[in-house]
C-alpha cells in the first residue's frame, strides 16, 4: 500500500529530485486565487507586493533569492520576484508556508507500527532557513493541507517564490506506542550497552 496525496497541481507532488534520493522535495504554493487549500485572506498575508520590494532594497545590504546572496540591482531583482508571486521572510522571523498538498498515511499502518512524515531543511537553503521544531511531523490522521514553520536565521530577507523547492520530506514507520499496556513498557532494569550512562558527549569531542 501507498501514501496517497491530495494535490490542486501535480508540481507540488513531493517527488525526490534524483532516483535514489531518500527525501522529496515540498514547493512553496501560492496560487493566483484562494483554493480549497488556501483561502484569500491567508494569500493576501504570504504574497509579497511592491511596498516589501522598497523596504528590502532600502534597509537592507543583501537579499537571499534562490538560495544566493543577491547585493546589485537588489530592487530589480525583487520587483521580478513580485511579479513571480513570492513570499518574503524578514530576519529572525518564522513563517508559516503552504505546501500545496494534503495526504493520507494510513495505508502505510501495520498492527504494531504507524507512519509518520518528517519535515526537514532543504540543503541549498540551509544555510538561511531552518525548519522550526526540526524535524516536523504529520501525524497519520491528520488530513489538512500540510504548511511548514520555517525561521529565517540571517541577517537578512529571504524571498521565495510559487514553486520554488524549500523543504524535503520523509516517510518513516514508528512503534505504535497505543499498541502496548504500560504493563509491557516498564522496567525495573535495561540492558547493558558499551555507552552505558555516559549521557551527552560520552566519547569527547575530537
Known amino acids: 500500500?501507498?501514501?496517497?496525496?491530495?494535490?490542486?497541481?501535480?508540481?507540488?507532488?513531493p517527488r525526490p529530485a534524483h532516483d535514489g534520493d531518500a527525501g522529496s522535495d515540498l514547493r512553496l504554493y501560492l496560487p493566483q486565487t484562494g483554493s480549497l487549500m488556501v483561502n484569500s485572506r491567508m494569500l493576501d498575508k504570504l504574497v509579497m507586493d511592491e511596498q516589501?520590494?522598497?523596504?528590502?532594497?532600502s534597509n537592507y545590504e543583501f537579499v537571499i533569492v534562490e538560495g544566493e546572496l543577491v547585493k546589485e540591482n537588489r530592487l530589480a531583482v525583487v520587483r521580478e520576484m513580485v511579479e513571480k508571486r513570492?513570499?518574503?521572510?524578514?530576519p529572525n522571523t518564522i513563517?508559516?508556508?503552504?505546501?500545496?498538498f494534503a495526504v493520507d498515511l494510513a495505508p502505510l499502518r501495520r498492527s504494531d507500527t504507524v507512519p509518520g512524515m518528517f519535515i526537514l531543511p532543504r540543503g541549498g537553503?540551509?544555510?538561511y532557513l531552518s525548519i522550526t521544531n526540526s524535524p516536523g511531523l504529520v501525524d497519520s490522521g491528520y488530513r489538512d493541507m500540510v504548511w511548514v514553520k520555517a525561521r529565517n536565521t540571517?541577517?537578512?530577507?529571504?524571498?521565495?517564490?510559487?514553486?520554488?523547492?524549500?523543504?524535503?520530506?520523509?516517510?518513516?514507520?514508528?512503534?505504535?506506542?497505543?499498541?502496548?499496556t504500560n504493563k509491557q513498557l516498564l522496567a525495573t532494569d535495561l540492558s547493558d550497552s558499551t555507552r552505558g550512562v555516559g549521557g551527552d558527549n560520552s566519547t569527547g569531542v575530537a
Not at 500500500?1 to 507532488?13: A, S, T, Y
Not at 513570492?86 to 524578514?90: A, G, L, M
Open 154 to 180: 540571517s541577517e537578512y530577507p529571504i524571498v521565495l517564490s510559487h514553486g520554488q523547492r524549500f523543504a524535503q520530506m520523509v516517510i518513516l514507520t514508528c512503534f505504535d506506542m497505543s499498541t502496548f
Open 1 to 13: 500500500m501507498l501514501p496517497r496525496f491530495k494535490v490542486e497541481d501535480e508540481l507540488f507532488l
Open 95 to 100: 513563517s508559516k508556508l503552504p505546501t500545496g
Open 52 to 57: 516589501d520590494a522598497n523596504e528590502i532594497a
Open 125 to 127: 537553503l540551509s544555510s
Open 86 to 90: 513570492s513570499t518574503v521572510i524578514w
